[in-house]
């Protein structure tokens, strides 16, 4: 078994590259294990980085050390590879996907890292692209995507900075028009954005579909038609609490394994807060698999759906 560190030194508000590989050498030193550490040069890095080990055939655990966007790149690159887990080692600003858990703090944890047990998780292919987590498309991926540019703004972190970028593009516009191919029904209106879950947390804390399950073969789609501007903080409010059943006149909620979004200009299309343009966007739950294992004893199972 060898071991491959993948440090994004982008991530997040300063570059760790330093303090992770100290912990790395330190503890997986210490055990005697076969490891590597690799750090990125430039986007998409991480991606290569994993798929050429993975090539080798041998048997890996790597370790995304970074943010969401070094996961998603480490998750594509192992895309549908049974030699190979993967992991996030957290150290961006938003480390969503690992909300999931039970204990999220124990990926910060490299002892318990690597003493861990394994689920197979879904991923969403996006045109050509994968996504572990969540995809959106209209004023969320706007925001979404611009929220990079706010975290590293002093005392805007977190949601802070998920909310500065909502009212910076909520003044920009808030409905475009769309037509939704999904469930064998086609729907030609205004939409305020689309949100696709395979995970369940983003944005900062962001709780959209609460039931979310990455291992359930299906995607949470949420549809959120035309708001009004004087609508949006009494919207966003129960959106993020995952409250969407409480707005039934303008959110709808489909369970589904594929969609299609056609857009009347490029748009751009959020995957795990990375940034795509499209005028046509086809989203699914990807034939390849994803082995992600966590330290022992975490529960990330989607809780049971209250009754309505």
């Known amino acids: 078994m060898k071991h491959l560190f993948v440090i994004n030194p982008a991530a997040g508000s300063r570059d760790r590259s330093a303090e992770y590989a100290a912990e790395i050498r330190k503890l997986c030193g210490g055990r005697g294990l076969d490891y590597r550490i690799a750090v990125s040069q430039a986007p998409g890095e991480c991606r290569r980085i994993t798929r050429e080990a993975l090539l080798t055939g041998e048997e890996y655990r790597i370790y995304a050390c970074g943010g969401d966007g070094t996961l998603n790149e480490v998750a594509s690159g192992a895309a549908g590879f049974s030699n190979g887990a993967i992991t996030a080692y957290p150290g961006g600003s938003g480390n ?24 197979e998780f879904d991923l969403i292919r ?3 692209d994968y996504a572990l ?10 925001i979404g995507t611009d929220v990079s540019r706010y975290k590293r703004i002093p ?16 003044i920009k516009g808030i409905a475009e028009h769309y037509v939704v191919e999904i469930d064998g029904e086609r729907i030609d209106a205004e939409q305020t954005f689309i949100c696709v879950c ?12 609460p039931q979310a399950d990455p291992a359930d073969g299906l995607l949470d789609v949420l549809l959120v038609r ?3 501007r004087l609508e949006i903080p009494g919207v966003i409010g129960k959106y993020k609490n995952g409250q969407f059943a409480q707005l039934p006149h303008l959110v709808r909620h489909l369970r589904v394994k594929a969609l299609t979004i056609r857009c009347d200009k490029p748009t751009p299309v959020n995957l795990d807060g990375e940034l ?33």
Do not use: H
């Open 198 to 209: 395979n995970g369940r947390f983003y944005g900062g804390g962001f709780n959209p579909v």
């Open 96 to 119: 969503d996907f690992v909300k999931i858990f039970d204990d999220p703090q124990a990926f910060y944890d490299l002892e318990r890292l690597l003493d861990p047990e394994e689920a």
């Open 226 to 228: 035309k708001v009004r």
């Open 276 to 308: 795509r343009m499209a005028r046509t966007v086809r989203m699914s739950v990807a034939r390849e698999k994803v082995r992600f294992f966590y330290p022992r004893g975490l529960k990330w199972q989607a809780p049971v759906p209250a009754e309505i």
């Open 155 to 170: 005392l805007l972190q977190g949601f802070r900075a998920y909310a500065a970028s909502t009212v910076v593009n909520v």
């Open 126 to 128: 996006c045109n050509d």
């Open 133 to 142: 987590n969540i995809c959106s498309v209209g004023l969320d991926a706007r």
